[in-house]
């Protein structure tokens, strides 16, 4: 293809947001400063939420930093999994684009650490970007997490002076059939592992990010969203376990549950340590899957591969599986590449098929509270 065909085609960034992590030990409370110094994190005025963060990020930075020593190379590993992520999509979308009329590039937004929303929107213009398609790799929305990204966008989008290029967001999809798909195929890997080892209880613990009570109180759809997530794959086990387990289970049955609590704040639960004693006490072997994560990071890589391991082995469980995130998985890659084609030539905030999902109960609901 020649440089004048490429240059023709209308170029489209897309962005994906995600949390973001230390990238060395010197960077452990810079980061969790950041993180409790959003308003979305700790509703305060300036200067309470000021002292508050740099209070909380000092006491907690010695803990993080001990589970960032056990972490690959003394990093948190989001930021390679999630450039390994674009790379993947990007390469797809170009492909399915070829001969058409758009040309794709992706490009990773960190929200709490770098690179960030102003060093990556420069990035963008400078593409030529004529059009933005943000796309965060969490599935299931919240106000700590999407629309705190949103807001970073926006504002450095201003002081770039792009906020006049049209860009679309795509603000949840915890029941994409790509995501649902891959999420089921990794833990059907684990219960074939574990059927293979005889065990004839087993539970699958879906562990989400916890988040504070308060944050839901304000009526914030994540629960909701999560465990949605979670009944719709568990819909997908289930015919699995009709179609191929022949009978080798007695007894197969799933959770919902949440990890790393959020600073001092009461997080809603269950956590994922009751979760495992009450698998201990019921006698099940357990599968762990991470379904909030789309990439592996410190929470599944130490979190759940090592410490819930150990208190799994603590309490006698003979079984304790992890199933890995969708990470690269083609049926999760393929439905990034249908969310993005989803949006093209629109300019708002939309959730997955164009409908809200949420309940009007769920008030702090993106797709209800504004355009782009």
């Not at 794709?104 to 929200?111: A, E, L, P, S, T």
Request: with cysteine; proline share 5%.
């Amino acid at each position: 293809m020649s440089e004048k065909v490429r240059d023709a085609k209308t170029k489209i960034a897309v962005v994906l947001f995600n949390f973001g992590g230390p990238d060395c030990m010197e960077a452990v409370k810079p980061f969790l400063f950041n993180f409790f110094m959003d308003p979305n994190v700790i509703r305060l005025p300036l200067p309470l939420r000021y002292m508050l963060a740099w209070i909380i990020s000092y006491r907690r930075s010695k803990y993080e930093a001990g589970i960032f020593r056990e972490s690959p190379e003394d990093e948190s590993p989001i930021l390679d999994n999630t450039r390994t992520q674009a790379r993947v999509l990007e390469k797809v979308l170009n492909g399915e684009a070829m001969g058409g009329d758009e040309a794709y590039k992706c490009f990773v937004c960190m929200r709490y650490w770098h690179p960030m929303a102003q060093q990556v929107i420069h990035d963008v213009r400078n593409w030529g970007a004529e059009h933005i398609v943000l796309l965060p790799l969490y599935p299931q929305y919240s106000t700590m997490t999407t629309w705190s990204s949103i807001n970073e966008w926006k504002k450095a989008a201003f002081e770039a002076g792009i906020s006049n290029v049209p860009a679309s967001l795509t603000c949840c999809y915890p029941e994409n059939d790509g995501f649902i798909q891959a999420s089921t195929e990794n833990i059907i890997v684990r219960l074939k592992q574990a059927l293979s080892d005889k065990h004839k209880k087993i539970r699958v613990l879906f562990s989400a990010q916890g988040l504070p009570e308060s944050i839901i109180r304000r009526r914030d759809p994540y629960q909701y969203q999560c465990e949605r997530s979670a009944r719709r794959i568990v819909r997908h086990l289930k015919a699995w376990f009709e179609e191929e387990s022949e009978g080798n289970i007695e007894d197969f049955d799933w959770q919902s549950c949440y990890q790393s609590r959020v600073g001092p704040m009461k997080c809603i639960g269950p956590s994922i340590e009751d979760a495992i004693k009450e698998a201990a006490k019921d006698g099940c072997a357990v599968i762990i899957y991470p379904h909030a994560f789309t990439q592996e990071r410190v929470e599944t890589l130490v979190k759940l591969d090592i410490e819930y391991r150990e208190l799994a082995e603590r309490l006698g469980i003979d079984g304790y599986y992890r199933a890995a995130t969708v990470g690269t998985h083609p049926a999760f890659i393929a439905g990034l590449v249908e969310l993005v084609c989803g949006v093209k030539g629109r300019n708002d905030i939309t959730a997955e098929k164009h409908e809200c999902m949420c309940p009007e109960y769920y008030k702090r609901c993106c797709m209800r509270e504004g355009q782009l």
